[in-house]
C-alpha cells in the first residue's frame, strides 16, 4: 500500500460526459501527478501540482483539468469524454516540488470505460 | 512522448534465472528510476540511480548507468514467479516531471 488513494475504482460512462476523479496523495506529500495509461499511447504524464499550484504539465487535453485543494487532495476532471479517452488513470505524490528529484508513490488507479 | 526506450518488449524466462533489460533514452538527465507495475495496478519504484553513479543494488536488483551512451540495465537475480510484471524506466528530462518508457513485459515461469 502506497499510501496513495483513488476514487473511484472503476468508472463506465458514456460520450460526451463529464466525469471526476479523485487522489488523495501520502501524508505529508505536497505535490501531486496525474497520469494516463492507455494500450496505444503508454503511460503519459498530465499534469503536477504542488500545494495547491500548477507546477509542470504534459499532454493534457483542453477538455480535462486539475486542482489540487488546501487539504492537498487533486481532482482531475475530465469533459466531453471521448471513445479514446478511455485508460487507466494514475495519481502519484511525492514530498519534492521537482517531479524528477526523487521517488513518486502511486496510487492504485481508476480505471475510466467510455462507452 | 516518451524519453526511454524499454528493450526487450518482452521476457520470459524460469524461475531461478536472471532477467536483464535495458533503457535507452535521448536527452541529459539528473537521475534515472525504475518502477514495476503488477498487471492494471499502480506502479511501485524500486530504485533511483543519479547521473553521477555507474551502478547501484538494493536487494535482488542490479541497476546500472551508462550517460556517455544514455542507457541503463535492470538486472534481476534469482527471479521468483512475484517477479511476473512489468518493469519502466523513467527519465527526468526537465527535473519536473518524469518520462516513462514503454516497459519490458517480464515472465517468470515455475
Known amino acids: 500500500d502506497s499510501g496513495v488513494t483513488q476514487t473511484p475504482k472503476h468508472l463506465i460512462t458514456a460520450t460526451g460526459q463529464r466525469v471526476t476523479l479523485r487522489c488523495s496523495p501520502r501524508?505529508?506529500?505536497?505535490?501531486v501527478y496525474w497520469y494516463q495509461q492507455s494500450l496505444d499511447q503508454g503511460l503519459q504524464f498530465l499534469i503536477q501540482y504542488y500545494n495547491g499550484e500548477e507546477r509542470a504539465k504534459g499532454n493534457i487535453l483542453e477538455r480535462f483539468s486539475a486542482q489540487q485543494f488546501p487539504d492537498l487532495h487533486s481532482e482531475l476532471n475530465l469533459s466531453s469524454l471521448e471513445l479514446g479517452d478511455s485508460a487507466l488513470y494514475f495519481c502519484?505524490?511525492?514530498?519534492?516540488?521537482?517531479?524528477?528529484?526523487?521517488?513518486?508513490?502511486f496510487g492504485p488507479g481508476t480505471r475510466l470505460t467510455v462507452l | 512522448s516518451q524519453q526511454g526506450e524499454e528493450d526487450p518488449q518482452a521476457l520470459s524466462i524460469q524461475e531461478g534465472e536472471n532477467a536483464t533489460m535495458n533503457c535507452s533514452y535521448k536527452?541529459?538527465?539528473?537521475?534515472l528510476q525504475w518502477y514495476r507495475q503488477n498487471s492494471g495496478r499502480g506502479l511501485v519504484h524500486l530504485i533511483l540511480i543519479r547521473s553521477n553513479e555507474r551502478e547501484k543494488h538494493s536487494g535482488r536488483l542490479r541497476v546500472t548507468l551508462d550517460t556517455s551512451k544514455k542507457s541503463s540495465s535492470l538486472l534481476i537475480t534469482a527471479s521468483r514467479a512475484a517477479d511476473t510484471a512489468s518493469y519502466f524506466c523513467a527519465t527526468d528530462p526537465n527535473d519536473y516531471k518524469l518520462s516513462f518508457g514503454a516497459g519490458t513485459t517480464v515472465t517468470v515461469r515455475a
Open positions: 536527452t541529459s538527465i539528473n537521475n
Open positions: 502519484a505524490s511525492s514530498v519534492v516540488e521537482r517531479g524528477g528529484r526523487n521517488e513518486q508513490f
Open positions: 501524508s505529508g506529500d505536497l505535490s
